[in-house]
């Protein structure tokens, strides 16, 4: 698939991303602890780190692996990199490099094999952005809605924070669906914008509606939410181990994984095996609506002022909305803008054989 000048500009446009999300988590939990607002200080900084040892990890192991196979030793400037959580940059780096070459200098000729290399560059890095917006991104967005409604106001830096998570989210859903399709051989392209759009508002609109279910359940009862949340966790890491995952070669990082992806699934549905999961979307979606009507009931019922009633109504409707245009969205997009696999494909899924690929997202999250 060729690498062109316009997914050079995207490449560029996700690093500017991910550098103004790490400013502003770094802006936010200053400015926490300069409040004396510890707890929040301390939480923000722990889903930085959370999310960034974990990356760190993967992107470790993928040199390690990619080094391996060249037949070259390990180089420790490399492991040095990652302990100074320099990976993800070092990988932008090199995709920004000779994606410049590419996309600028290189002829309409070039040779296949270093369009292929680019494009595996790119899918790289957008694993490691998609693992780390939600890892981070998804459970600093859940802090800074409750800072918001505790308060009854906002200043700009939880503004901040709010919108370039949910931009991070956004971007790394969709720059990694563009990676899969294009890394995969078995996977058509997205036909135009309207398919990704529909596909971003489908896990925008899920996303945040559960954002700020959890964000109640968290005024509610904060062990309650807690027990919640741990126990859809141990559920998906218990489903990923069932689907029996082969995503890493270790088999120490292959639990790492399916403890991440266990996390992962806490926020968002992900085919985790590659295999028809028509059955286990709809359950977990069903089970969203009713977890979610659940903790509204409960809170129209519930004496509770513990902040601004206000808010109250403006979230309880704006969680229903969003619930209910993620799910059309949902149903848009898998029933009439998903890009259609060939018959090869769909053979291979119905018999649990997939398509024999060297690229490393095809054991990875699918859609």
């Known amino acids: 698939m060729k690498y062109t000048k316009l997914n050079f500009m995207m490449s560029v446009l996700g690093i500017m991303i991910y550098v103004t999300d790490l400013i502003v988590d ?18 923000t900084v722990s889903f930085m780190l959370f999310g960034t040892l974990v990356v760190q990890c993967f992107s470790y192991s993928w040199f390690k692996a990619d080094l391996k196979e060249a037949g070259q030793e390990s180089h420790h400037c490399f492991l040095l990199l990652h302990c100074l959580q320099g990976g993800v940059f070092t990988r932008y780096w090199f995709a920004l490099k000779q994606g410049y070459q590419v996309a600028f200098k290189y002829s309409s000729k070039t040779e296949s094999f270093v369009e292929k290399e ?65 890394s995969l051989p078995d996977k058509n392209l997205f036909n135009g914008p309207c398919p ?13 509606s559960w954002m700020l279910s959890i964000v109640l359940l968290l005024f509610l009862n904060v062990k309650i939410a807690f027990l919640l949340l741990l126990f859809l966790w141990l559920l998906g890491i218990f489903w990923a181990f069932k689907e029996q ?77 969003s619930l209910l245009l993620g799910i059309i969205f949902l149903l848009v997009y898998y029933g009439t803008l998903h890009p259609n696999r060939s018959e090869e494909t769909k053979l291979d899924e119905i ?16 859609e």
């Open 118 to 182: 680019m494009n595996d560059r790119v899918t790289d890095v957008s694993m490691l952005r998609l693992l780390e917006a939600y890892l981070e991104g998804c459970p600093q967005l859940a802090l800074q809605i409750y800072v918001f409604l505790e308060h009854g106001q906002a200043n700009f830096t939880q503004y901040a924070a709010i919108m370039v998570s949910c931009c991070a989210v956004s971007w790394s859903t969709v720059d990694y669906q563009v990676a899969l399709r294009k």
């Open 351 to 366: 018999d649990g054989k997939p398509i024999q690929s060297d690229c490393r997202m095809k054991n990875f999250l699918m």
């Open 245 to 321: 995952t082969d995503f890493c070669v270790s088999t120490s990082m292959e639990i790492l994984y399916r403890i991440v992806v266990g996390f992962i699934l806490i926020f968002t549905f992900f085919n985790i095996k590659g295999r028809n999961t028509k059955c286990p979307m709809s359950c977990y979606y069903i089970v969203r609506v009713l977890v979610t009507l659940g903790i509204l009931i409960v809170f129209w019922f519930y004496p509770l002022f513990i902040f601004n009633a206000d808010y109250f109504i403006p979230v309880s409707i704006t969680i229903v909305l």
């Open 26 to 43: 770094i802006w936010v939990s200053v400015r926490f602890f300069h409040e004396r607002q510890y707890v929040f200080g301390v939480l």
């Open 196 to 208: 990704k759009l529909v596909y971003l508002f489908y896990k925008l609109f899920t996303l945040l």
